[in-house]
């Protein structure tokens, strides 16, 4: 069945200021803070937490009927007080919301208004906001907002230094820890933004913790400016809207944009970049990784050959996936996404130039509904992406490989690693599998050995 | 049991929690953290605004409205008029369960429908959308009924959802479509939300099918919203005993059944927060008497069922009464008996919703455990201190925005059910008809009310009682077992539930003895024993107020 739709049914995205408030989660000792009624707050606490499972405190300017007429300054300037007395910290994210932008606050004035106000209390954290109106993108545009905004207000000019920006994009805590580990054996420093590895997957906690440890502290952002070059995953990120972008027309520091470096061809993009970057030939782990890899691929592509999967998710997951199903003879005959940036198709072409010949589709801006009537007429094997695909996959008896986000109904969301050669593999591991289970339990003999 | 347990003085702990507080704040949520009297019972400040910047739980108008109330009924078509991530985030997350009677009966639960608002919309009006959304949505499911929400900024850029609402109503004929104006702004809490729905449902639904029921025992189920498949259970004791359920408020509901509800003879209430509105107008409308039950806990069922049949009066339906429970007894006996030593003198809190905090303490009864601590995230204090104190309560701004339906007896279908000397007879029968005596009646002398409990105060309390189990919801579940405690999530259950009736007792039972005796905890050194024994490690509060 066909809709002609105009509203949007069964959402493939998120809203802008939840991915801001995940963004301002990888800042060291910084809290978020959404600029309009406590729903917000309380719904993408919930929403972050059931994937992350862990702790996510986003403060509130707790809106009220008086402060949706009149304006939200008195409120925003009680909250942050609020936050700094409580909280102590040394960053305070302000995102705004679709109320607040709706009535125009001028968050930039509020904040000046407050500084000059209380410029001899205690000692005033760092604000920084990101313009996150939720009727605008979907929450991959709020996370890229407040790393911009973040790199914005922190960073300065200064003589150029050994370091190198990486922005990775919403990826998992798991994938941030493989990428510290890489620069790390690199020997290079690393300014890497946002940096919730530790605070969206962390342990019990032997002391309080007002704030979980972990994060990228402001004192390192400020050095983005100087830094010698901007590594940026996302293909779909344009520049005008990212980090990286900002960085290069400021501060002139060159920006290398990438695709999430999943399979192989753009692992070694990534790490041939860190080699010419660093002048350094990457560690022997990396190469038996890679070994590794071509050898499972080898070993996996019986099962897998010729597998038809409808993909959906962030524009920029759903471009590297594309890439890496490709490369290992696997067809994406839909890659979706809830985004809509214009450069899905394009970016996807750049990376598979011969997609149309492999019969890969491509669609922005919809929604599982659309996805699902896509799903009829091309008969996937199965499905790659979050949990909302579920439903859809459970009617129309179609199994399903859980990535990205939102995933809470499965465990360990934060752990996935997807990035590099080793993330590549993991993945490599649970696709085969996937279909490995399913003509298991297709077959009438109950094969044990597959 | 309370006699094992070696309480801290509570008005210590009072004091404890509040003396990092600057005075003004000190003052306000002194009002808030109050040790409990039983037989006087003391005011509890709740209802009030949460300030700016103090992390709290609470949700918003929306979310009560269109999440908690209108949610569960499985034939409406839930339109949000707003951006993607309010209806998104209310997309299943309350795992209400519903049971179509056949395959082909319609069931838009899983679907999660959104105007999309985008940029152009806030600049030149949603209405014209929102029609849209609506025409769609009747094309492609004719659907009984249309209910649209409100998300915060339909209100400032003047949307009319009920005008809308009405024209497409009219347009269609067969498709009942209302608006709410449940804005998030609008109340201090989820609360105002659960008012708007109530008068939204009594205004355009209620009353509106006056289809007979043979039924002997006619009653609706209100403030029931079938977490975990909690109505089923109620459903199924219902049937066994013979009372015939006509409409659910709104668990395993249908838009036929809520129709329908005014030819009930009784109104049970379960929630008393969320949907006491719709006993009242009700009651003065229709004539249907209200009555508080519970049916979490085992013996609290057998009671709440007591109570119903002795509302009806009907001695056949009061022996029945009394086989039901002496069959599901004994199952539940052999269960409890055999966890009962593992359980018997642990310490429970409660920080959750606007009755379950309440309800559940029965259940911790059923285990041996103490209540130490309890306190609701949006309750009033009706809820806390009984009807009584209505009277008394301020109407304050907040409160004054929603909408106070005036309602009077329908000139056809007011019946009053009961007359005044029977009710007088019920209630000389300690029978409380249409009122409730709220949580602190019931609680120990000894124990803390915290309303809106805070971060710093959970944390701190928590500290000082170790209680070995914490019941809240998911924004504090893993804060709170990192310190090694483990939390029952009694808004959505975790993965578990139903906890209603005979059975949810049981399954209750099971999960507290799974979680308070995991091994797990024995892993984790919690702050407090670092920092020395019962000493304060590094949290101190300081907040300022509006």
Redesign the interface.
Known sequence: MK?????????C??????GACLAFRGIENCVP?LH????????????L??HY???I????????????VFGGS???Q??????T??YKPDVIGIAT???T???GDDVPLILRDYKKAHKNGSPMPIMIHAST????G?HIDGFHAAVRATVKTLAEKGEEQNLINLFPNMVSPADLRYLKEIFREFEVPCMMLPDYSQTMDGG?????H?IPPGGTPASAIVNAGSARASIEFGSTLEASKSAAGYLQEEFDVPRYQLSLPIGIKESDKFFSLLETLTGKKRAEKYEDERRRLIDAYADGHKYIFEKKVILYGEEDLVVAMTAFLSEIGMTPVLCASGGKSGLLKKRIMELVPNMEELGIKVREGVDFVDIEDEAKVLQPDFLIGNS?GY?MSRKNNIPMLRLGFPIHDRFGGQRMHHLGYRGTQELFDRIVNTVIEERQNASSIGYTYM | MEANIHFPDPSKVREELIQKYPTKVAKKRSKSIIVNDPDLIPEVQANVRTVPGIITQRGCSYAGCKGVVLGPTRDIVNIVHGPIGCSFYAWLTRRNQTRPETLEDANYIPYCFSTDMQEENVVFGGEKKLKVAIQEAYDLFHPKSIAIFSTCPVGLIGDDVHAASKEMREKFGDCNVFGFSCEGYRGVSQSAGHHIANNGVFKHMVGRNNTPNEGKFKINLLGEYNIGGDAFEIERIFEKVGLTLISSFSGNSTVGQIENAHIADLNVILCHRSINYMGDMMETKYGIPWMKVNFVGADSSAKSLRKIAEYFGDEELKARVEEVIAEEMPRVKAIIEEILPRTTGKTAMLFVGGSRAHHYQDLFTELGMTTVAAGYEFAHRDDYEGRDVLPKIKVDADSKNIEELKVVPDPELYNPRKTEAELAELKEKGLEINGYSGMMKQMTKKSLVVDDLSHYESEKLIEIYKPDIFCAGIKEKYVVQKMGVPLKQLHSYDYGGPYTGFVGATNFYKDIDRMVNNPVWKLIKAPWEKAGNGKSGGIEASYVTQ
């Open positions: 809709h002609a739709k105009t509203a949007t049914q069964n959402a995205k998120l809203c802008n200021p939840l803070f309009g009624s406590q729903g917000c707050a309380t719904y993408i606490r919930r929403y937490i059931s499972k862990e702790p405190d986003i403060a509130s300017s707790n809106f009220h009927e008086e402060s949706a008195h409120n925003l009680v909250g942050l007080k609020n936050v007395e409580q919301t679709c109320l932008e709706t009535i109106p939720s009727y605008q979907s019990p906690w032997g002391e309080y007002r909302k439903t």
